[in-house]
């Protein structure tokens, strides 16, 4: 398979102390280096650290901001601003107001932990995305970590347990994540992205006192992996705009990196005159193969328009699609006597 771009790996929808986390941007970049991050993107609640972005030693750190029209009550509709430089009032303003804004600054955004599932036991508000007749935004934050974790805390049993080892909890996207996201992509252009939503707090349970899902166990558990279309220089201003470009157009994939790194893991359709990667479009022209190579076995399955249409267990799938369609690509490993979600591609859109 040809290589075509750069990956870079990174953590996107984080707190620090700007809003509701337990740590500076400073010391979130130490943690992220020592977690082997290549960019991290920092999104605090209705907060804009103006002016923090930057290389901090081998990490860059880029600033955007998790907005939610504070008059909901339980605070659903939160988005995920990026590419913007400064504060996006989310009090009084409508989810479609907020992503209006976002995109007025010349900013794009994407709809953050879009269902939830939060058992009594939590005493947490679910928060998911309830305005689905919002328009103008880039895409859905199709895995949060946490959103995902909370889901299974239904008794102080599995609680303790889980806290103490997370993945024997985690298992994958919410199915009815995936199920929005495929009926989007039938529409548009829907470009996805892992969130982790560390805050690094500390958390009393029963006898336990300890960080929830500290920030380098977040780090190195779900990331976002970006095929740039070209190399970092540490330009602040040409990184940013490489990382963004990256995201904004579904260069990228999700990856639970914690059941085995998922670096070098690719999926590229061709067609007689042109290859396509994640996030691109491709003309039918009669037939396009696809393949996927995987960097450690899996189950890889190949999904048109939100159907499994082929499936392998190993480190390569091909396939030669013979319709016009949107095709995704999942990996699923066995990990503690489960099949657990491990690599979703963004697609690849074959037109007719
Ligand atoms: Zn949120
Ligand atoms: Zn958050």
């Known amino acids: 398979m040809t290589e075509v771009a750069r990956e870079y790996i990174g953590s996107i929808h984080l707190h620090t102390t700007s809003s509701d986390g337990a740590a500076s941007h400073l010391e979130v970049a130490g943690v992220a280096a020592q977690a082997g991050l290549d960019f991290l993107i ?17 990490v860059l750190l880029l600033v955007g901001e998790e907005i939610n029209d504070s008059r909901l009550d339980p605070a659903a509709n939160h988005y995920l601003a990026l590419d913007i430089n400064r504060h996006v009032p ?78 024997a909890a985690i298992t994958g996207p919410f199915p009815e994540t995936l199920a929005k996201w495929d009926e989007l992509l039938l529409r548009q252009r829907t470009a996805a992205i892992s969130g982790t939503d560390a805050h690094g707090n500390i958390y009393r349970l029963g006898p336990l006192r300890r960080a929830l899902l500290p920030y380098e166990h977040c780090f190195k558990a779900l990331r976002t992996h970006i095929l740039a279309s070209e190399p970092l220089n540490r330009d602040l201003e040409h990184d940013r705009e490489v990382v963004h470009a990256a995201l904004k157009g579904g260069r990228s994939f999700v990856a639970y990196d914690a059941i085995g790194d998922a670096t070098g893991f690719r999926f590229q359709g061709r067609n007689d005159q042109t290859t396509a990667t994640v996030g691109g479009e491709i003309s039918l022209a009669g037939e396009v193969d696809f393949e996927i190579e995987a960097p450690l076995r899996a189950d890889l399955r190949l999904l048109r328009d939100g159907l499994v249409v082929a499936q392998q267990r190993g480190k390569s799938l091909r396939h030669t699609a013979r319709e016009a369609g949107v095709y995704r690509v999942e990996a699923h490993r066995r990990c503690l006597l489960k099949s657990r979600g491990w690599v979703f591609t963004n697609p690849i859109y074959v037109r007719l």
Not at 42 to 58: C, E, R, S
Not at 138 to 164: C, Q, V
């Open 42 to 58: 920092v999104t605090d609640h209705n907060a804009f650290a103006n002016g923090l972005d930057g290389w901090y030693g081998d």
């Open 90 to 167: 989310g009090d009084s303003a409508s989810s479609q107001e907020i992503i209006d804004a976002v995109s007025a600054q010349g900013g794009f955004g994407f709809i953050a932990h879009p269902f939830e599932h939060s058992p009594p036991f939590t005493k947490e508000p679910e928060l998911p995305w309830i305005d689905w007749q919002v328009t103008g935004y880039t895409g859905l934050e199709i895995w949060n970590y946490m959103s995902e974790f909370k889901s299974y805390l239904r008794d102080l049993p599995r609680a303790l347990s889980f806290i103490l080892f997370p993945q």
